[in-house]
């Protein structure tokens, strides 16, 4: 899984190339960490040079952002990110970002998790974290997979896919993790994917301006194991697979997800919306306790809603 790569091509494009990061974004770089661990045409690659290149127009420097992750390949890139990270325990990265942002509500928090960490093992957490709308930015990578330990089979992976743990086809259906993160009580959702960065940068921004949970996955491709198992090719191939996700980054909410019927005999990948899927306001967590030094839900002027003033009455 290792490559050999200098701190001018540290993130992998499509195909096994590299994204040269050359701009403002190679700043914001931990460059004592290059080589970075990522496969030729990783997914998680181009959501990093994404990301960066968000944050490299929003802030000078990083002092004021911090960055938690779980464990797995999705989770390694806050690694390269020269800010504050937290590198957690599996599935637990919003435990100790709700944590974090409670005791320094003036930081920006970014949590990276992946499909098999937010969902899986962390998947109470998620909901929880969602239904106490705190105010935080979950970017989820969904590769559909765990790849980091070898490919097993994760709650997204698609009827009939083949894994490490489904080698004669997944038989159990996947979650629409957007669509839970909505239900459970974030009020911004949005779906983004590796093959178009720009719709990512956009959609990332505005979970970064939004006042409360944040919730923005992100479909990436794992090459080495996703890929490789059900002979979806190599990294431009997934890609390309990928633009069968149709774009609709202002059309708000309302958009009924498309999802082709699937056998188990053929893994076919759903075509899923793209886009802010839902927004909404809250108060926020720090709000209902009352803590200050955080930004404002504008909810009733900051008061608390009726059974909290009971409760204090
Ligand atoms: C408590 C615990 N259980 C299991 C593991 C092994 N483990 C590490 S990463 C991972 C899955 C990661 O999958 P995902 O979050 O989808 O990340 P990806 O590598 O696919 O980006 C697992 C099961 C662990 N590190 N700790
Ligand atoms: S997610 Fe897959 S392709 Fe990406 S680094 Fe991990 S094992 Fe490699
Ligand atoms: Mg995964």
């Avoid at 979950?138 to 089979?153: H, K």
Wanted: net charge negative; charged share 20%; glycine share 12%.
């Amino acid at each position: 899984m290792s490559t050999v790569m200098d701190t001018d091509t540290a993130v992998h494009g499509a195909a096994g190339g590299s994204v040269a990061i050359t701009g403002k974004e190679k700043r914001l770089l931990r460059h004592a960490m290059m080589p970075h661990m990522l496969c030729p045409g990783c997914g998680h690659g181009i959501v990093l040079d994404a990301m960066l290149s968000v944050l490299s127009e929003r802030y000078e420097d990083l002092d004021n952002v911090a960055f938690v992750a779980g464990i797995g390949c999705s989770s390694r890139i806050i690694g390269y990110i020269d800010a504050c990270t937290l590198h957690t325990a599996h599935g637990r990265p919003l435990s100790f970002a709700t944590g974090l942002k409670l005791a320094r509500p003036d930081l920006t928090v970014v949590v990276i998790t992946g499909d098999g960490d937010g969902l899986s093992i962390g998947g109470n957490h998620l909901i929880h974290a969602a239904r106490r709308n705190v105010d935080l930015t979950c970017v989820l990578l969904n590769n559909e997979i765990y790849g980091m330990t070898g490919g097993q089979a994760a709650p997204t992976t698609v009827l009939g896919a083949y894994t490490s743990t489904t080698p004669l086809g997944n038989t159990q259906h996947p979650f629409d993790a957007a669509e839970l993160a909505k239900a459970a009580g974030a009020t911004f959702v949005a779906r983004s994917q590796s093959y178009r960065p720009q719709v990512f940068g956009e959609l990332f921004s505005q979970a970064l301006d939004h006042v409360g949970f944040s919730f923005l996955e992100v479909m990436s491709d794992c090459t080495e194991y996703f890929g490789r198992t059900n002979r979806f090719g190599e990294g431009a191939d997934m890609l390309m697979g990928q633009a069968r996700y149709e774009p609709s980054i202002d059309a708000d909410l309302a958009r009924i997800p498309t999802v082709e019927p699937v056998t188990i005999k053929q893994p076919v990948r759903p075509v899923l919306p793209i886009g802010v899927l839902h927004r909404s306001s809250r108060l926020t967590l720090e709000e209902t306790l009352g803590i200050e030094g955080g930004r404002s839900s504008g909810v009733a002027d900051g008061k608390l809603d009726d059974a909290v003033q009971r409760m204090d009455g």
